[in-house]
């Protein structure tokens, strides 16, 4: 029987609308929208993309967005001092520098450049180590888009192997800890390019998370029968379309669910920007944090 298919967009739009009320009560006490503010560095046409479908999802959570639009010469000393002000505009709630930057940016020092009260991205150090201790403030985007996917498709997690194929500070690492918080309870096997036999890793999982970045690196014959898959790459096919990781084709006749590209984990991933940008907001309000 072909696979369930995980329809991302239809789970970001559920998400996104039931944040609302979040977002007004936030509002309410601000006496003004949570406000998001986008950098984009340079004019890379899938970042404008991606910034723009960010500003979508703010639009379907009355989240205010902004987009700060610096040109590809911009130093790294002149975007730190934007960041600066930023950071200190007390109307401001979430800053996002869209990745990647042109060359000569040192990106580290520009994550780090972001107040950790105002990381929609997880990406700050402190942020970081909160979620690494287990109790973070803002989540991390793309993982938790993944983790809110798979609860919401009511896949068991507890005790369930899942095997995460890539090891990023943006995808697989922050995955792994969210996946073994003791509320998930996933037992997690992370691969990368020094794994002996991935294709007997991944048969392992109940769970399979390819996070790679290669076009079908995941085959059908590497799935064990039933398992539930999502799919987190984004690269461009012969044809220029976009794909995922997994050989989505073959791999739907032996899971039991899978999510597509586009429209899986790339629309849940903005939704949860706009969670964060909202939670900033409600920390700033005084508001306890949503569980
Ligand atoms: P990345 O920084 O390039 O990391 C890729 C990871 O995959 C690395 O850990 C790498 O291992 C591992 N890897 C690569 N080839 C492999 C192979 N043949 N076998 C085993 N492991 C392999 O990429 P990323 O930022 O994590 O992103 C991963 C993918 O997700 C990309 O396609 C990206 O566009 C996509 N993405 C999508 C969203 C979304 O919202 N949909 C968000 C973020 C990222 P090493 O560490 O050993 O090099």
């Known amino acids: ?31 003004r929208q ?13 970042s404008r993309v991606y ?11 009355d989240v205010r967005s902004t987009l700060l639009t610096l040109p590809s010469s911009t130093s790294e000393t002149d975007l730190v001092s934007r960041l600066q002000a930023l950071n200190v505009d007390p109307k401001v709630d979430g800053v996002l520098v869209q990745l990647p930057l042109p060359k000569g940016i040192h990106e580290p020092a ?13 990406f700050h150090p402190l942020n970081v180590g909160l979620l690494a201790e287990g109790s973070p403030f803002l989540l991390p985007c793309t993982p938790a888009a993944v983790l809110e996917i798979l609860r919401r498709s009511n896949v068991p997690l507890e ?38 036999n991935l294709a007997e890793e991944v048969r392992r999982g109940d769970v399979v998370v390819a996070a790679a970045g ?6 059908a014959e590497m799935l064990k029968p039933g398992a539930v898959v999502i799919d987190v790459g984004t690269n461009r096919g012969a044809d220029g379309r976009l794909v995922g990781d997994v050989d989505f084709q073959a791999a739907v006749d032996v899971a ?3 999510s597509p590209v586009p429209g899986g984990v790339g629309p849940m991933t ?6 964060n940008t909202v939670e900033a907001a409600a920390r700033r309000a005084g508001f306890k944090a949503a569980s």
Do not use: W
């Not at 509320?183 to 390019?193: D, L, S």
């Open 1 to 31: 029987m072909a696979a369930r298919v995980l329809d991302g967009k239809a789970i970001a739009a559920d998400f996104l609308m039931a944040l609302k009320e979040r977002s007004a009560s936030v509002a309410e006490r601000l006496g």
């Open 34 to 46: 949570p406000h998001l503010v986008a950098v984009l560095v340079g004019d890379d046409p899938a």
């Open 51 to 61: 910034v723009r479908n960010k500003e979508r999802a703010a639009e379907k959570a």
């Open 110 to 122: 520009i994550l780090r450049a972001v107040s950790p009260d105002k990381d929609v991205d997880c």
């Open 159 to 196: 005790g369930a192997n899942v095997v995460v194929v890539g090891r990023s500070n943006i995808v697989g690492k922050p995955l792994a800890l969210l996946l073994i918080q003791k509320e998930v309870g996933a037992t997690v096997t992370v691969c990368h390019t020094q794994t002996r």
């Open 214 to 219: 290669r076009a079908g690196l995941i085959t």
């Open 256 to 258: 039991s669910a899978i």
């Open 270 to 275: 903005c939704a949860l920007v706009v969670r």
